[in-house]
């Protein structure tokens, strides 16, 4: 079995900065892909960034130049510094990562999510 903590999340005012946590643990061989999502009330779940195991990162357009995703291999984490934080920013963060597991079979995981609320 996989699992993904999360950690990180909270309330800041408009303009303050945020850094999720997300760690995978378990019957993991190695990771491919991570990155993080999220889901406002009301609205579809939308990817925010994902980097993959070689580093190459891919961020939403409303994002770009505030948001920084990150990832230590060696530890199987993975964190996005969130900077410059609007109250549109408000949701579920939710980690994902596609994990190799111990008997090489690849899987996608989820985290439990973290509330973000960004306030005006």
């Known amino acids: 079995q996989v699992q993904l903590v999360e950690s990180g999340g909270g309330l800041v005012q408009a303009g303050g900065s945020l850094r999720l946590s997300c760690a995978a643990s378990?019957?993991?061989?190695?990771?491919?892909?991570m990155g993080w999502y999220r889901q406002a009330p009301g609205k579809q779940r939308e990817l925010v960034a994902a980097i993959t195991s070689g580093g190459s990162t891919n961020y939403a357009d409303s994002v770009k130049g505030r948001f920084t995703i990150s990832r230590d291999n060696a530890k199987n984490t993975v964190s996005l510094q969130m900077n410059s934080l609007k109250p549109e920013d408000t949701a579920v963060y939710y980690c994902n990562a596609a994990v190799r597991r111990n008997d090489y079979r690849v899987r996608d995981y989820w985290g439990q999510g973290t509330q973000v609320t960004v306030s005006s």
């Open positions: 378990g019957s993991v061989f190695s990771i491919n892909a």
